[in-house]
T-cell receptor
Framework: NAGVTQTPKFRVLKTGQSMTLLCAQD?????MYWYRQDPGMGLRLIHY???????AKGEVPDGYNVSRLKKQNFLLGLESAAPSQTSVYFCASSYPGGHNQPQHFGDGTRLSIL | GDSVTQMEGPVTLSEEAFLTINCTYTATGYPSLFWYVQYPGEGLQLLLK?????DKGSNKGFEATYRKETTSFHLEKGSVQVSDSAVYFC?????????????FGAGTRLFVKA
């Protein structure tokens, strides 16, 4: 049982390049989330989705786009990478039920923007 | 806005010592509260949760009680082990009129010495 799988695990980009981070879950969860983790700041919510075909902004959405074309996948895109987007990115998923449900996390993608 | 404040780390304890990690929150609604644990190189894992005032969450010897009167959710364990060394995150989730939100504290690193 894989749970939440993130690809790639590591990536180095140059400023201005674009890329897509992929998150896949096999738990049939409705809700999916993207976070970034920076030193001393905990995790901050970038975007989330409450179901296939729906997305919403979180706390720090600027510079990122997302898509949820299939229930099991949630993609995070950086159209023009900036050094400020150097971070560790985590995807998570949960059952419906809003804020009462715990989230299940992937192992993260470490992204460096030069 | 909503926020979560955790005690700064690192916390260093000897094996079998008593652990307390303080967590306080501010919230406009009625959030659910969570403790997550992160081991090196991995994503966050749910440790315990509480969804309403006076609820006590517990798991693997860890406990935390949702105290609305003091807006706190302190994590405790009576006897820590070396294997408890990790980073611990306090978090709140709410889904009021402002939409879904999840706020994490900055994390507290725990080192347990044999």
């Amino acid at each position: 049982n894989a749970g939440v799988t993130q690809t790639p695990k590591f990536r180095v980009l140059k400023t201005g390049q674009s890329m897509t981070l992929l998150c896949a879950q096999d738990m049939n969860h409705e809700y999916m989330y993207w976070y970034r983790q920076d030193p001393g700041m905990g995790l901050r919510l970038i975007h989330y989705s409450v179901g296939e075909g729906t997305t919403a902004k979180g706390e720090v959405p600027d510079g990122y786009n997302v898509s949820r074309l299939k229930k099991q996948n949630f993609l995070l895109g950086l159209e023009s990478a900036a050094p400020s987007q150097t971070s560790v990115y985590f995807c998570a998923s949960s059952y419906p039920g809003g804020h009462n449900q715990p989230q299940h996390f992937g192992d993260g993608t470490r992204l460096s923007i030069l | 806005g909503d926020s979560v404040t955790q005690m700064e780390g690192p916390v260093t304890l000897s094996e079998e010592a008593f652990l307390t990690i303080n967590c306080t929150y501010t919230a406009t609604g009625y959030p659910s509260l969570f403790w997550y644990v992160q081991y090196p190189g991995e994503g966050l894992q749910l440790l315990l949760k509480a969804t309403k005032a006076d609820d006590k969450g517990s798991n693997k010897g860890f406990e935390a009680t949702y105290r609305k009167e003091t807006t706190s959710f302190h994590l405790e364990k009576g006897s820590v082990q070396v294997s408890d060394s990790a980073v611990y995150f306090c978090a709140l989730s709410d889904s009021g009129t402002g939409g879904f939100k999840t706020i994490f504290g900055a994390g507290t690193r725990l080192f347990v010495k044999a």
